[in-house]
């Protein structure tokens, strides 16, 4: 080894020493390089650039639900949808609810003649406060909003502002989400996503890029820059929960979470609020919204869940009385699902994909048609409102005959 090598080595291993070193300002130090290299990163996340890498290259896993959601609303805010756009919102049970995006898009053209766009935003454990961020960050369009509600969602936790700060999704946090929590109002802050709103994604980019360079270490090690298919369905019949198992796991939760006074019930207020929160937000932003229940497997409940479930849907028909573009829907009963077609409670399996996506077609027909109906008749006046300009500059001399 060379004078020059060796001395370079000894460098770095002080270097590394000094890291080591339980001193404040070496604890600064580490902060400083640290929000050195992901500020940056957090302005061009917020702003959607990074969707010029493509997708496959940043997934950390075949399910990374978090960061196909906000890639795919990265890249919305950045293009737009290109048709009338219909966005699914929901937990996991929505995601394994359809065939898929084009075959839902392709079924409501053939019940409407309309061309629509389907964008799935649906993830594992997904609270209301991760469908507000996503809503915060959907361009402003005429359009539907298809949100998945569901015994599941109302009972996770969404207590705190911490809650959009634990959120893996790589998107600005809506700033309405503290007002919400804080206050009473379920009114929706609407302005775009800038400034120190970005900074709410530092938690989740820094637990990005620690997860990925756990799961890709050693393609990294070798240089290589790895690519990951994301997968949409993973459940199978095989791995099928049985019918005694169902009973059990739903009889355990309602004589605990789900019993009065339980975790349910405390978690009961926010949930909702939060839910009222992205229904406001949706709103404001020109989408109709349309409240659907996720997929549940009701056969092994008998009535242990009725108190909790009359309590929510409750909430969600009081959402609907205070705006007329809001819809609450419970097909459940109408899709014809089995309980052999739940891989456990809530998650379909193939058998049941074709059932639910049928129903929910059937569902999103007339809100739809509305939508068609009522923009042909804004083009209709518009035109006539300039054909009678036109009229009346003709009349007065302004426009000169040709």
């Known amino acids: 080894m060379s ?36 500020l940056p990163l957090t302005w061009l996340i917020a702003d959607g650039a990074y969707v010029a890498i493509p997708e496959d290259r940043l997934l950390r896993e075949g399910g990374d639900d978090a960061v196909h959601i906000s890639y795919a609303v990265s890249l919305l805010k950045r293009h737009g949808p290109q048709e009338l756009p219909v966005y699914l919102i ?32 649906t993830g594992n454990s997904l609270t209301f406060a991760d469908d507000l961020a996503i809503i915060k960050n959907l361009p402003p369009s005429r359009g539907i909003v298809v949100i998945g509600v569901g015994l599941e969602r109302f009972a996770r936790p969404t207590d705190d502002t911490a809650s959009a700060l634990r959120s893996d999704l790589l998107l600005p946090s809506s700033s309405s989400l503290s007002s919400g929590f804080l206050g009473d109002s379920a009114k929706a802050d609407t302005s775009p996503s800038s400034g120190l709103t970005s900074l709410t994604l530092l938690p989740g980019l820094v637990r990005y890029g620690v997860t990925y360079l756990n799961d890709h270490y050693a393609d990294l090690l070798r240089v290589r820059w790895p690519r990951t298919q994301f997968v949409v369905h993973r459940y199978q019949r095989e791995s099928s929960w049985s019918l005694a198992r169902k ?31 992205e229904v406001a937000a949706a709103r404001a932003k020109g989408f109709t919204v349309l409240l659907v229940e996720q997929p549940f497997d009701l056969r092994p ?38 309980s052999a077609d739940f891989h456990d409670l809530s998650h379909l399996i193939a058998s049941g994909w074709q059932k639910y996506q049928r129903q929910l077609a059937a569902t999103l027909a007339a809100p739809l048609d509305c939508l068609v109906a009522t923009r042909q008749r804004t083009l209709v006046a518009s ?18 005959a040709q």
């Not at 108190?307 to 009963?333: A, I, M, P």
Request: charged fraction near 20%.
């Open 3 to 38: 004078w020059s090598t060796s001395k370079r080595t000894a460098r770095r291993a002080e270097f590394a020493r000094g890291w080591r070193t339980h001193h404040p300002f070496v604890l600064l130090a580490a902060i400083g390089l640290a929000l050195l290299i992901f």
């Open 90 to 121: 929901g937990g996991s049970a929505m995601r394994e609810s359809i065939v898929s995006e084009g075959a839902l898009a392709h079924e409501l053209a053939t019940k409407t003649g309309v061309m629509v766009e389907v964008h799935s935003l």
């Open 247 to 277: 009973r059990a796991t739903i009889t355990a939760w309602a004589q605990s979470a789900g019993k009065s006074g339980g975790a349910f019930d405390q978690t009961f207020r926010s949930t909702s609020r939060a839910l009222a929160m």
């Open 301 to 338: 409940a008998g009535h242990q869940l009725d108190r909790v479930r009359n309590e929510y849907k409750s909430f969600c028909h009081s959402l609907t009385r205070q705006d007329r573009g809001v819809s609450y829907v419970d097909f459940s009963r109408r899709t014809g699902l089995a």
């Open 383 to 400: 035109t006539a409102h300039a054909g009678s300009e036109v009229c009346a500059a003709l009349s007065s001399g302004s426009v000169a």
